[in-house]
């Protein structure tokens, strides 16, 4: 939102010698942020130009350029000793003979871009034809500025050649520009910056002049007949709780806008079009009420807002013809003259021919034109919701639809439509016509019972019950005290419905600190606690992720939004928990509706796309939560925020999340181990899947058990490990993905992968370990060839081993597999290395065949294994 330093100054005292920087940063003290400052930084000749000739040339890339020679008065003898100024522009938007804004050599534009004379496509240009942009005028590039279009074709009579352009479009005054947020739609509106500028001085007794504290008439029986039908009210509010009609009669719409209105809607942005459209966007830039004015004669009778019907259609202002919704609020000529002024607005007027969209844009057919004499002023509210809903449903932003949505003051519209048709009158030689339509149904703000000492205890700074009392009254708020020192009943202005809610008190302490001055709030550095350092769990997922990255695996994180066929192509059976996933109800990407049940699920996606990168060799790791509902969820309550939730509200909360257990992925393909001058390299294997469980296991000290597992998907059903506690519980899995898997999700084939459940492990690591003393004497190293059934796991071998070994036993490794002559069919052989070590001696050879020849025994009575 713009204003012009002037025109705030019309609101409100400015402090003595205040710059448009100033006043920018007496409005960011109050909370709003400085969106830019326009004006009074252009220096030197900023002239009116006469085109005199054009040459122009199109370039070997199709761009037009245009050699022009301007009449710029007495300036050309600055510049060429009087000559006429020969300049290069790219823009085709204007002809031999129009006015145009011409910026000399010498002077300097927004930005600080100075200009000189300078060569360019092979000519000396002394200076530059200017766009609206390059002023600090607008935001259009498109074209440059033509003034007779811009300010219109009578205020331009006058001008000459050489006519200082500065003063032309008021670019020698300050005009600020505040992002206004979406809690503060009273600051779309000069008035409203003028009164926040107000408060950040202090809020001084008569400093500020309310521009819509003007006289206006009583409603009366002889307006134009309004009908308010709206049966569908969105969310129990009505679309229109207040509509105002004025007419001014007599109009000559073609005459021109004053001057120093052309001005102020050109320092706003905007483009001055015609008295009556200037005149609405004036008002709506001085009290932030949007208007429309309508050509009486072309309408049939009584003006009827309801909403639409199936299949009505309605051409706006920017000639395009929109399919209405059924939700979408209209104004419409009900043609038959019914309604009443001075009634309540509930007639039944038909309202057959559509107007415009309520609140966003009027249609073309009732437009004011310049044969138009009698006018008819609209200054209704609109509810919020409705108008936000049918701009965003059409796509049409306008400058009434950002108030409206914002929330415009319900109590403004009378003296927005008195202030427009008094300036019709004076400019337009109209008379105000003695019919007064005004149909209110709006309610007051509800009064809110505030404990006085609330804003100190919620900000943490003493604010004494006088200064709050007065910021509160400053604010426009009415202040009735009841007797009890600790409260106050406190009404919201009309302008500020976000201060009506149920528990208001921390808006209005927001209101106090920002007041007062977000400066007076002291900064205090908190002092830290010691802490607990980190939980258990904690400490668990760093060692996991250490383990993992120094295993030369690369960390990432991936989204975990997965699509509806994953559990097709991963081949998870009918019956696996995997594949009831939850379905998000406003997904980010529809193809991707569903949370993902294990981390390998969005993992593969990251590792597609390393790949299709040309990355060959690729090792990735992520820990996140996987949603495992496990059946239905339930429907969470919405607790109230005015007190901490029960146990059974709680409770019901968590029964309506998803169990979402911690798990890691591992993935890994191409070369594990590179080839070089040292020998060959190694490709990836489902062992290194294993080896990297168990190396994350030996990390947190739990013991874990590999056994074969040929049928989890989505492993190869013979290269799948399973990994287990020793009581069973399953910590995860790892080894070689199916190769239809692979082709499905198109990874490279032998790809390999792991995921284990990071809670098992932490809860399992949750106990004391007993450390072992190391044995300072030398151990004692044997060989065994055992010979078995091919069908017997390796794992049973080794666990057999351990058993029989007795406690000497340090290690069980093994280091060979052979199968083949001269070993018979069905049959191979297992080479293990067993190290032996006591803790207070030396074992001797005996000690250690005996040792030895027991873990073979042992292994014979369990898995039938016979010593080679």
Same mark, same amino acid.
């Given at each position: 939102m713009?204003?012009?330093?002037?025109w705030?100054?019309?609101?409100?005292?400015?402090?003595?010698?205040?710059?448009g920087?100033?006043?920018?940063?007496?409005?960011?003290?109050?909370?709003?942020?400085?969106?830019d400052?326009?004006g009074?930084?252009?220096?030197?000749p900023l002239?009116?130009?006469?085109?005199l000739?054009v040459?122009?040339?199109?370039?070997?890339?199709?761009?037009?350029?245009?050699?022009?020679?301007?009449?710029?008065?007495q300036?050309?003898?600055?510049?060429?000793?009087?000559?006429h100024?020969e300049i290069v522009?790219?823009?085709?938007?204007f002809?031999?003979?129009?006015?145009?804004?011409?910026?000399?050599?010498?002077?300097t534009?927004?930005g600080?871009?100075?200009?000189?004379?300078?060569?360019?496509?092979?000519?000396?240009?002394?200076?530059?034809?200017?766009?609206?942009?390059?002023i600090?005028?607008?935001?259009?590039?498109?074209?440059?500025?033509?003034?007779?279009?811009l300010?219109?074709?009578?205020?331009?009579?006058?001008?000459?050649?050489?006519?200082?352009?500065i003063?032309?479009?008021?670019?020698?005054?300050?005009?600020?520009?505040a992002?206004v947020?979406?809690?503060?739609?009273?600051?779309?509106?000069?008035?409203?910056?003028?009164?926040?500028?107000?408060?950040?001085?202090?809020?001084?007794?008569?400093?500020?002049?309310?521009?819509?504290?003007?006289?206006?008439?009583?409603?009366?029986a002889?307006?134009?007949?309004?009908?308010?039908?709206?049966?569908?009210p969105?969310?129990?509010?009505?679309?229109?709780?207040?509509?105002?009609?004025?007419?001014?009669r007599?109009?000559d719409?073609?005459?021109?806008s004053?001057?120093?209105?052309?001005k102020?809607?050109?320092?706003?942005?905007?483009r001055?079009i015609?008295?009556?459209?200037d005149?609405?966007?004036?008002?709506?830039?001085?009290?932030g009420?949007?208007?429309?004015?309508?050509?009486?004669?072309s309408?049939?009778?009584?003006?009827?807002?309801r909403?639409?019907?199936?299949?009505?259609t309605?051409?706006?202002?920017?000639?395009?013809?929109r399919?209405?919704?059924?939700?979408?609020?209209?104004?419409?000529?009900?043609?038959?003259?019914?309604g009443?002024?001075?009634?309540?607005?509930s007639?039944?007027?038909?309202?057959?021919?559509v107007?415009?969209l309520?609140?966003?844009?009027g249609?073309?057919s009732?437009?004011?034109?310049g044969?138009?004499?009698?006018v008819?002023?609209?200054?209704?509210?609109f509810?919020?919701?409705?108008?936000?809903?049918?701009?965003?449903?059409h796509?049409?932003?306008?400058?009434?639809?950002?108030?409206?949505?914002?929330?415009?003051?319900p109590?403004?519209?009378?003296?927005?439509?008195?202030?427009?048709?008094r300036?019709?009158?004076?400019?337009?030689?109209?008379?105000?016509?003695?019919?007064?339509?005004d149909?209110?149904?709006?309610?007051?703000p509800?009064?809110?019972?505030?404990?006085?000492?609330?804003p100190?205890?919620?900000?943490g700074?003493?604010?004494?019950?006088?200064r709050?009392?007065?910021?509160l009254?400053?604010?426009?708020?009415?202040?009735v005290?009841?007797?009890?020192?600790?409260?106050?009943d406190?009404?919201?202005?009309?302008?500020r419905?976000?201060?009506?809610?149920?528990?208001?008190?921390?808006?209005?302490a927001?209101?106090?600190?920002?007041?007062?001055?977000?400066?007076?709030?002291?900064?205090?550095?908190?002092?830290?606690?010691?802490?607990r350092g980190?939980t258990h769990?904690?400490?668990?997922?760093r060692?996991?992720?250490?383990?993992?990255?120094?295993?030369?695996?690369?960390?990432?994180?991936?989204?975990?939004?997965?699509?509806?066929d994953?559990?097709?192509?991963?081949?998870?059976?009918?019956?696996?928990?995997?594949?009831?996933?939850?379905?998000?109800?406003?997904?980010l990407?529809?193809?991707?509706?569903?949370?993902?049940?294990?981390?390998?699920?969005?993992?593969?996606?990251?590792?597609?796309?390393?790949?299709?990168r040309?990355?060959?060799?690729v090792?990735?790791?992520?820990?996140?939560?996987v949603?495992?509902?496990?059946?239905?969820?339930?429907?969470?309550?919405?607790p109230?925020?005015?007190?901490?939730?029960?146990?059974?509200?709680?409770?019901?909360?968590?029964?309506?999340?998803?169990a979402?257990?911690?798990?890691v992925?591992?993935?890994?393909?191409?070369?594990a181990?590179?080839?070089?001058?040292?020998?060959?390299?190694?490709?990836?294997?489902?062992?290194?899947?294993v080896?990297?469980?168990q190396?994350?296991?030996? +990390? #947190?000290? =739990?013991?874990v058990? &590999?056994? @074969?597992?040929?049928?989890? %998907?989505?492993?190869?059903? $013979?290269?799948?490990?399973?990994?287990?506690?020793?009581d069973?519980?399953?910590?995860?899995?790892?080894?070689e993905?199916?190769?239809?898997?692979?082709?499905?999700?198109?990874?490279?084939?032998?790809?390999?992968?792991?995921?284990?459940?990071?809670?098992?492990?932490?809860?399992?690591s949750?106990?004391a370990?007993?450390?072992?003393?190391f044995s300072?004497?030398?151990?004692?190293?044997?060989?065994? +060839? #055992?010979? =078995?059934?091919?069908? &017997?796991? @390796?794992?049973?071998?080794? %666990?057999?081993?351990?058993? $029989?070994?007795?406690?000497?036993?340090?290690?069980?490794?093994?280091?060979?597999?052979?199968?083949?002559?001269?070993?018979?069919?069905?049959?191979?052989?297992?080479?293990?290395?067993?190290?032996?070590?006591?803790?207070?001696?030396?074992?001797?050879?005996?000690?250690v065949?005996?040792f030895?020849?027991?873990?073979?025994?042992?292994?014979?009575?369990?898995?039938g294994?016979?010593q080679?």
């Open positions: 713009r204003a012009p330093l002037t705030l100054a019309e609101y409100t005292d400015l402090a003595p010698g205040a710059t920087v100033d006043v920018a940063a007496s409005l960011v003290s109050v909370g709003l942020e400085e969106e400052l326009h009074g930084d252009i220096s030197g002239v009116v130009g006469r085109v000739d040459e122009e040339t199109i370039q070997k890339n199709g761009k037009p350029i245009r050699f022009c020679v301007v009449d710029v008065g300036n050309g003898q600055m510049v060429t000793e009087g000559k100024q522009c790219g823009a085709t938007n002809e031999v003979g129009d006015l145009v804004v011409v910026v000399l050599p010498g002077a534009l927004p600080g871009f100075h200009i000189t004379a300078r060569k360019t496509y092979g000519r000396l240009s002394n200076g530059m034809i200017c766009a609206e942009d390059e600090g005028l607008g935001h259009d590039h498109s074209g440059i500025i033509v003034l007779p279009r300010l219109g074709e009578e205020h331009v009579a006058g001008v000459q050649p050489g006519d200082d352009a003063a032309l479009l008021g670019l020698g005054e300050e005009t600020i520009e992002n947020t979406p809690d503060r739609g009273y600051c779309f509106s000069v008035r409203g910056l003028a009164r926040e500028y107000w408060h950040s001085q202090g809020s001084p007794s008569g400093g500020f002049r309310d521009p819509a504290l003007i006289e206006t008439p009583a409603p009366n002889s307006g134009h007949p309004v009908v308010l039908d709206d049966q569908a969105l969310e129990g509010a009505a679309g229109c709780d207040r509509f105002v009609a004025r007419i001014v007599g109009v719409a073609a005459a021109p004053p001057a120093w209105m052309q102020r809607i050109a320092q706003m942005g905007m001055p015609s008295l009556a459209v005149v609405t966007n004036y008002v709506m830039m001085a009290l009420q949007p208007l429309h004015a309508y050509d009486l004669d309408l049939g009778g009584s003006i009827v807002v909403r639409a019907r199936p299949g009505e309605l051409t706006t202002l920017d000639d395009v013809t399919e209405l919704h059924p939700e979408d609020l209209l104004i419409t000529d009900g043609g038959d003259g019914r009443d002024g001075s009634g309540d607005g007639g039944d007027g038909s309202g057959d021919t107007l415009g309520a609140g966003v844009m249609g073309a009732s437009e004011v034109t044969t138009t004499t009698n008819l002023i609209e200054a209704a509210h509810d919020p919701t409705s108008v936000a809903r049918t701009a965003r449903r796509r049409l932003v306008s400058e009434a639809s950002k108030r409206f949505e914002r929330g415009v003051d109590a403004v519209p009378a003296a927005a439509a008195e202030l427009a048709a300036l019709l009158a004076e400019h337009g030689g109209g008379r105000i016509d003695a019919g007064v339509t149909i209110d149904h709006t309610s007051p509800p009064a809110y019972r505030l404990d006085v000492d609330e100190s205890r919620i900000v700074v003493d604010y004494p019950r006088e709050v009392l007065q910021i009254r400053d604010l426009g708020a009415e202040v005290e009841t007797g009890d020192d600790g409260y106050v406190v009404t919201p202005p009309s302008w419905p976000d201060l009506v809610n149920d528990s208001p008190a921390p808006d209005y927001e209101e106090i600190a920002r007041i007062d001055g977000y400066n007076n709030i002291p900064s205090i550095t908190p002092t830290p606690s010691e802490g980190l769990g904690q400490k668990t997922r060692v996991v992720a250490d383990v993992l990255a120094g295993a030369g695996f690369t960390e990432v994180l991936s989204y975990p939004f997965v699509a509806e994953l559990a097709d192509q991963l081949m998870l059976p009918a019956d696996d928990d995997r594949r009831r996933a939850v379905r998000l109800a406003n997904p990407s529809e193809e991707r509706p569903l949370l993902r049940t294990s981390v390998l699920s969005s993992l593969v996606d990251t590792l597609r796309r390393n790949v299709s040309g990355h060959r060799d090792a990735l790791f992520e820990m996140g939560l949603f495992r509902p496990g059946g239905a969820l339930h429907r969470a309550p919405i109230s925020v005015s007190a901490r939730p029960s146990d059974q509200e709680l409770a019901e909360l968590y029964s309506a999340v998803p979402q257990p911690r798990r992925g591992i993935l890994a393909t191409g070369s181990e590179q080839a070089g001058w040292w020998g060959g390299g190694r490709p990836a294997e489902w062992s290194d899947m080896a990297a469980v190396a994350v296991a030996a +990390a #947190l000290v =739990v013991p058990e &590999v056994a @074969a597992d040929p049928g989890h %998907a989505p492993w190869h059903p $013979g290269r799948c490990a399973r990994i287990t506690l020793g069973g519980t399953v910590v995860g899995h790892a080894g993905l199916h190769p239809k898997v692979l082709a499905a999700l198109d990874l490279p084939p032998r790809t390999v992968a792991a995921e284990i459940d990071v809670d098992v492990l932490t809860s399992a949750d106990r370990v007993q450390a072992t003393p300072t004497f030398p151990p004692a190293l044997t060989d065994i +060839a #055992l010979l =078995v059934r091919t069908d &017997v796991p @390796a794992g049973d071998v080794e %666990a057999a081993l351990r058993r $029989g070994a007795g406690e000497s036993l340090e290690s069980v490794t093994l280091f060979d597999v052979y199968a083949g002559d001269p070993i018979e069919a069905g049959h191979r052989s297992l080479a293990y290395r067993l190290t032996f070590r006591a803790a207070d001696r030396t074992l001797t050879t005996d000690e065949n005996g030895r020849d027991a873990a073979v025994a042992s292994a014979a009575q369990a898995v294994a016979i080679r």
